[in-house]
């Protein structure tokens, strides 16, 4: 009997939290699915992991593929998916033993393509007892995610209709991946039910994009941002001046990261390429409402001064960094300079 739901977790280099993350998969309370452990060319231990885990359950499919990156993985996992409904873990975090029951009843009952739940991270320590359940359409849900609310970009708090992945793929060599494709999903699935619970969890890590030394990989947002503004343009015209707004907002957090970081000078072709990258949107932002005089301003500086941008922000860290001093007697620590810049 084929499965109905597929649970797809792409694996590389995360031997100490693999076990956690299957195990808890296997403990669902909802039995009828397959859990496809996709090792992505991993260096440790957990190709022989996942070995075990197939000999002990036969519910487990293993794939052994070469290192493609988290998309490449889940995309192999999307391509052998038996069940009707696909589910994503990531292989470092760990899920609630009624997750998949619950989505599971959730977008059964509502009839929609989207089922999806609240995150706990380690940083929010007081779970919400809620058993709120809200029904949205796909414009709404689109909206919420780049105010950044639930039910959020990632794919790993949701359950899917196979089918919606039919003509639709997470991008593969590109960071941000799942903001590439969450807002297409939203679209295609029409309606999206959402409980207002935490029933999957997050393991906050070092390594993640937002928390590596800048790279050039962090310009893969400017794909994503094209991409979406085309298509809200086409779809959903009231959300280009949030897309806008959204991407400006990423170009500054990246210069604030690039400040922040001791090899400013090593680092300035990218504050040059962030400048031509505002300089070619520059009537979008000029014109959006939700960009506030004071980012605008900044937006010409930096189109027409990067240096002098980048001397600004240093001396406010700094007025800020002494005036913290004087109130607490402590620096105020780390990011000071994007309550200026963001």
Not at 42 to 47: E, H, I, L, Q, R
Not at 61 to 76: E, F, T
Not at 155 to 176: A, T, W
Not at 264 to 293: A, E, G, P, Q
């Amino acid at each position: 009997m084929n499965p109905i739901i597929s649970i797809i977790v792409p694996i590389y280099n995360v031997e100490q939290y693999l076990n956690k993350c299957i195990d808890s998969i296997l403990a669902q309370t909802f039995t009828k699915f397959e859990l496809i452990l996709v090792n992505d060319g991993s260096p440790d231990n957990c190709g022989e992991i996942c070995d075990q885990y197939k000999l002990k359950d036969n519910r487990v499919k293993v794939i052994h593929k070469k290192n493609g990156g988290v998309a490449d993985a889940r995309n192999a996992g999307i391509d052998v998916a038996k069940g009707n409904y696909i589910g994503f873990v990531d292989s470092d975090d760990w899920i609630e033993p009624n997750m998949y029951e619950i989505l599971y009843d959730l977008i059964v009952e509502h009839k929609t393509g989207i089922s999806a739940c609240s995150i706990q991270s380690p940083t929010n320590d007081k779970k919400v007892n809620s058993d709120e359940i809200n029904i949205l359409d796909s414009g709404t849900a689109i909206n919420l995610i780049y105010e950044g609310k639930p039910p959020g970009f990632g794919p790993c708090n949701k359950l899917y209709l196979k089918n919606l992945f039919q003509e639709i793929r997470f991008p593969i060599n590109r960071d941000y991946d799942d903001a590439a494709i969450m807002y297409q999903l939203f679209d295609k699935a029409e309606k999206i039910v959402m409980v207002d619970f935490p029933l999957y969890n997050y393991t906050y890590r070092d390594s993640s994009i937002t928390k590596s030394p800048f790279s050039e990989n962090r310009f893969d947002l400017v794909v994503n941002y094209y991409e979406t503004y085309s298509f809200m343009e086409k779809y959903y015209p009231d959300m280009r001046d949030k897309i806008v707004d959204e991407y400006y907002s990423s170009l500054r957090t990246m210069v604030v990261d690039i400040v922040n970081e001791k090899s400013i000078l090593k680092n300035y072709k990218y504050i040059r390429r962030i400048s031509k990258l505002i300089k070619k949107d520059n009537n979008r932002i000029l014109k959006c409402n939700l960009i506030s005089i004071r980012k605008k301003l900044l937006s010409q500086i930096l189109i027409w001064c990067p240096i002098l941008a980048i001397l600004l922000y240093k001396i406010c860290d700094i007025i800020f960094r002494f005036e913290a001093m004087k109130k607490n007697g402590t620096i105020a620590g780390v990011g000071i300079i994007a309550t200026i810049l963001i």
